[in-house]
C-alpha cells in the first residue's frame, strides 16, 4: 500500500452576486482539484480550447464571453475528460437572514475548505490553494480565519492546506478553467432548462461524490434545507442521463 502524500493544486473561483435579497438567487464556489504532477499537462488543454475557439492563448477565456452552444458543449466535454475533481458550494443567498452580505463569502467559504480536506484525507493528499482574485480579500485574513475558532463549524483540517495564493485569473489558465465550471452552474440554476442542465451533466463523473452523496460533497447546498428547487431539478436531470 502506497501511503506518500501527494500535492495537489486547487484553484478557487466564483460566480453569482453575494448581496443578500438584492443580487442573485445562488452565489457560487467551485474548486478545481488536480494532481500537481499533472498540472501543466490538464493545463494545456486550456490553449487546446482557445485554439479551438480562435481565441489567443494569451487572452483569458471567460465562459460568460462565450456564444454559441456547441462551444460550450466542447468545452464541457473536454473537462469530463481530464483527470481532475470539481466541488461546488451553492449558497442561495435569499435564505441567509443573519449574516451581513460582505461576510458570506469568507463565512461560507468554509463549507468548501472543509470538503477539500475532506478529499486531501481520501487521496493521502496536501493542498496547494489559489484562489481568484476579488476585492475585499486577503491571504492575511483567509489565513487568520482557517486557523482560528471562526471556523470551528466547519471540519477543515487545516494540516492538509499546504499553501494559499491568490492570483488574477489571467496568470492562471486552470483558474479559467475553474471559471468556466462555477458560471456554467450558475447559468444552469439561473435558467432552469435543460439546455443549461446539459453543460453541469455532461462533466458530473468529475464532481465530487462518495457513498452516492452528491448534496453533501460536490454540490453542497447552504441552507441545506432551502427552497431551491432548480437545485434539485439539476439533480434529478444528471440522475435521469446517467442511467
Known sequence: MNTETREYNVYIDESGDEGIKKG??????TAIIVNKEEDLVIAKNIDI????LEINIKNQLHWKLLKGRPNKIMIMET???LNIKIINVVINTKSILLIPSNNIYNFFSGYLYERICWYMNDVNGIANINISARGNL???????????KNHKKFNIDVSKINSIKIIPNERKR???LADC????LFQ?????DDNHFEYVSIKQNKIYIKNDNLLSYGLKLVPSNSKSHEVFDLINYMKAKKK
Do not use: E, G, M, R
Open 49 to 52: 480550447i482557445k485554439q479551438n
Open 188 to 192: 444552469a440554476l439561473k435558467y432552469h
Open 138 to 148: 486577503s491571504k492575511k485574513n483567509l489565513s487568520s480565519y482557517l486557523n482560528s
Open 79 to 81: 473537462i469530463s475528460k
Open 181 to 184: 465550471c462555477c458560471s456554467a
Open 174 to 176: 486552470l483558474l479559467q
Open 24 to 29: 442573485s438567487k445562488y452565489f457560487i464556489l
